[in-house]
């Protein structure tokens, strides 16, 4: 079969149905009477409310059907990777990746011997050949061309039932819940294409504040896939001097006129360090992907980088919605402030810190660009104090499980052991700690509702060496306050 001719056969394929078969056929006559007595019925309600405005018309497709919803099923992952660092990438795969609920696929350059877990990842692919794409970029790769070809290549699969293609590098981690929860807020027959920016703000200027960064992941709905694969390969080949894939897939979706919808929960983590300052202060929305695993320390320390993840998904399954999420409360019996980073790590101060310097991140981290200083984020930082006092006691996430009488999550959180310097504060030292417990009910319609942060209560311990705190809603008139 010619190239034209598979074309063919996958768009048969991938028409459907036609829409018209979804109604039983009915008598014309039939159709014309309930015509007649509609349209009477719509005249004589319009005169009588012509003056009150119809103010339930909705924007778009509201999906209220939980039938209709976006699921997991909806979604094609499309993985880029390479033959050459598959063996050791692969295991950030298998922490989010479910081949029984899951459609994916990873893409590589070229083959690789296959080997027995690879029924626990998506199936592999090799690319298309691109040798007949122009690539001039003196820094970058020509793999760009590639991997920027692959939501075209994944829709030539023609698989039924797609609703969003999800791009991912093979070291991003999804928390697959929170991206289902962040798509179902898009109709997926429009032409989206969702993701977030890097955290440099020298990177955003270099590439562009338009762009969905690729590591971070992205979103492209089926239509948009649809219109890009027909002018992808020409759109290309006018901009052989791009660097990446993802400045390539922005170029493109410029000359569709589709601009980048910000979601700020997926992670590009352009960043240098230890992620403690960007996790502890999480934006009020749900966390989406990590990416960079390889670049920055494992996110709990003492341990691997895939140990740390496996760690992260403990949380992850008993209330995704709720992951690193942050809460601000004050114990004030003793004049701590308490930042608690659901299923991460929960940070004790001494002295009083306001919810608006909490939220900020603490700048833990370095930049991409390493001689560049704390203006070129993307977003407000804060610097680590530099008085002896207010250096952080961090608690680590350790382990949780459910209590089924009591309907709650019981996390708990255990103190890092690192020298404190001195501090001459005539106050309670957090250092008399040893672990943070953690109550908090499941909320998995957390972001049904508007984005709040959760409130956080210190409450009587009755074991020595431990603090308890209860997470949740904020009760009515509850405010982060002294
Ligand atoms: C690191 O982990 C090892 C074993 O897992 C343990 O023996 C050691 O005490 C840990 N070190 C710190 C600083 O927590
Ligand atoms: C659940 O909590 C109750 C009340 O604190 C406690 O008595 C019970 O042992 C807990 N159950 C489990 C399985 O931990
Ligand atoms: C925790 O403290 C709050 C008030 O500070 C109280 O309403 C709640 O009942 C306490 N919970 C437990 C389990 O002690």
Not at 372 to 400: E, G, H, I, L, M
Request: hydrophobic content about 35%.
């Amino acid at each position: 079969m010619g190239e034209k001719e598979t074309e063919k056969a996958i768009w048969e394929q991938m028409r459907g149905p036609p829409i018209a078969s979804h109604h039983p056929t009915i008598p014309k006559i039939l159709l014309l009477l309930i015509l007649f007595v509609s349209l009477t019925y719509v005249v004589y309600t319009l005169k009588l409310v012509s003056t009150s405005r119809a103010c339930n018309h909705l924007p778009f497709a509201t999906q209220t059907d939980p039938e209709d919803r976006t699921a997991l099923r909806h979604v094609v992952f499309g993985i880029a990777a390479s033959a050459k660092l598959w063996n050791q990438r692969k295991n950030y795969i298998k922490l989010w990746y479910r081949p029984r609920e899951m459609r994916g696929v990873v893409w590589l350059d070229q083959n690789i011997t296959p080997e027995p877990d690879e029924d626990s990842l998506p199936p592999v692919r090799i690319s298309g050949d691109t040798a007949r794409f122009k690539y001039t970029n003196r820094q970058g790769h020509r793999s760009a061309i590639r991997i920027s070809r692959i939501v075209s290549e994944t829709l030539r699969l023609g698989l039924k039932d797609v609703r969003w293609f999800v791009m991912g590098d093979d070291d991003t981690v999804f928390v697959t819940e929170n991206l289902i929860r962040v798509l179902r807020k898009y109709d997926h027959n429009q032409f989206y294409y969702i993701g977030s920016l890097s955290e440099s703000h020298l990177q955003n200027i270099f590439f562009s504040y338009n762009m969905a960064y690729g590591g971070g992941g992205f979103a492209i709905s089926y239509p948009l896939a649809k219109a890009l694969y027909k002018m992808q390969d020409r759109c290309i080949q006018r901009y052989p001097a791009l660097y990446g894939s993802d400045d390539r897939m922005q170029a493109c979706m410029a000359e569709l006129g589709v601009p980048l919808t910000k979601e700020i929960g997926f992670h590009q983590y352009d960043v240098y360090g230890n992620l403690l300052g960007l996790l502890a202060s999480h934006p009020v929305t749900p966390l989406v992907s990590l990416h960079h695993l390889d670049v920055v320390e494992p996110i709990f320390p003492n341990m691997s980088r895939v140990q740390a993840l496996e760690r992260l998904t403990i949380p992850m399954k008993l209330d995704s919605a709720g992951l690193m999420q942050q809460s601000i409360c004050y114990d004030t019996s003793k004049s701590w402030t308490v930042s608690v980073s659901w299923g991460f790590a929960v940070q004790i101060f001494r002295g009083v810190f306001s919810p608006r310097e909490m939220e900020m991140p603490s700048r833990t981290f370095l930049n991409w660009y390493r001689r560049a200083d704390y203006t070129a984020y993307a977003f407000n930082t804060r610097p680590v104090s530099r008085n002896p006092c207010q250096k952080p006691f961090v608690f680590y996430f350790s382990k949780a499980k459910y209590n089924s009488t009591m309907h709650q999550i019981v996390s708990e959180y255990e103190r890092h052991r690192v020298p404190h310097p001195d501090c001459r504060w005539k106050m309670a030292n957090p250092a008399a700690l040893d672990k943070v417990e953690v109550y908090k009910k499941p909320d998995p319609h957390l972001w049904d509702r508007a984005p709040r942060r959760n409130c956080c209560r210190v409450n009587k311990s009755r074991e020595k060496g431990t603090m308890v705190i209860h997470v949740g809603m904020c009760s009515e008139g509850e405010v982060s306050e002294t």
